[in-house]
């Protein structure tokens, strides 16, 4: 996130309710969160003994998805309009709310998450903004699933994308489809098509569990007419929103067989993204 001049990390914690599992077996919520304080106090049920812990922000599992949005990912969708790049991404063990926190339910504007909030948010400046400045907004959708990169986008799902260096762009990857957005709905029909082909699958803690990472980027560009020339001034700016796969104990989620070669390469490929 950049803020200010300075260039930051911030890392919010978000409790998730307890799972049906968790309450069929009179599990004890042993997880206190103090907003005031962002503090996560662990509390030993034997003793009480408190371990504490400090973050950015700290949410506990009654919080609505709009006050997460506002805290979190508004000032970063804010910067990435002003041309400056931001990535915002969801990590936890497999059933911890991390595409509820990236996705959420679109069709209830309650539950929507941080991405399609995002959406709004990038469109409604936009649309205030277009008499003074032209926009470009395009997105793209890819997954990385056992090590292997796909265009959530592409005509052909299943095939493999090469990652390549530039030396003058960095890092990026040969082929992906980069698709240009009108509006909020344009961005919408995008990610469900994307989000429909990503790999799924359950687990012990979670039906319907992200098998692999996905990265959903909007790139906006602006331009408008500098103060004192008939020069345009033009900025570019990169969202990177991320739904990592879950990072489970194999021994906690009991994955066996395809699961399992699945979780061994999730972790794998969280060292080299
Ligand atoms: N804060 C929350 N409030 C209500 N329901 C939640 C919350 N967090 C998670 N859930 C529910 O818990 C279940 C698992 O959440 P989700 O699929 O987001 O987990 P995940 O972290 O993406 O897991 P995986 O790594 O396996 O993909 C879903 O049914 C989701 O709706
Ligand atoms: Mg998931």
Redesign the pocket.
């Known amino acids: 996130m950049k803020q200010g001049k300075t260039e930051t990390v911030k890392v919010a914690i978000?409790v998730?309710?307890m799972?049906a599992l968790e309450k069929k077996n009179n599990s004890v919520n042993v997880v206190e969160v103090d907003r005031s304080n962002n503090q996560i106090n662990l509390i030993k049920p034997e003793n009480n003994q408190t371990n504490t812990f400090q973050y950015d922000y700290v949410y506990p599992?009654t919080?609505n998805q709009r006050t997460v949005y506002d805290e979190t990912a508004f000032p970063i969708v804010e910067a990435v309009i002003e041309g400056y790049n931001g990535t915002i991404f969801?990590y936890?063990?497999?059933?911890?709310?991390?595409?509820?926190?990236m996705m959420g339910d679109f069709a209830n504007p309650e539950y929507r998450g941080i991405i399609p909030n995002a959406f709004e948010h990038i469109f409604g400046y936009i649309n205030s903004e277009e008499n003074k400045k032209k926009f470009l907004v395009r997105c793209s959708f890819l997954e990385i699933y056992n090590e292997d990169v796909r265009d959530l986008l592409g005509k052909d799902t299943s095939k493999k994308l090469d990652i390549r260096e530039d030396p003058k762009t960095g890092i990026f990857v040969k082929d992906l489809n980069i698709i240009q957005m009108r509006n909020t709905k344009d961005l919408e029909n995008e990610l469900n098509k994307g989000f429909n082909n990503r790999h799924?699958g359950e687990?012990t803690?979670?039906?319907?569990?992200?098998?692999s990472h996905c990265i959903f980027t909007v790139y906006i560009e602006s331009s408008e007419p500098s103060d004192n020339s008939k020069e345009q001034k033009i900025k570019a700016g990169k969202l990177n929103l991320v739904?990592?796969?879950?990072s489970?104990r194999q021994s906690k989620t009991g994955v066996t067989g395809e699961r399992l070669e699945e979780a061994k390469k999730i972790n794998l490929s969280l060292t080299v993204i």
């Open positions: 978000r998730r309710p799972n599992y919080i969801a936890g063990q497999t059933g911890c709310g991390k595409t509820f926190t799924v687990t803690m979670n039906k319907e569990s992200s098998r739904d990592l796969a879950g489970e």
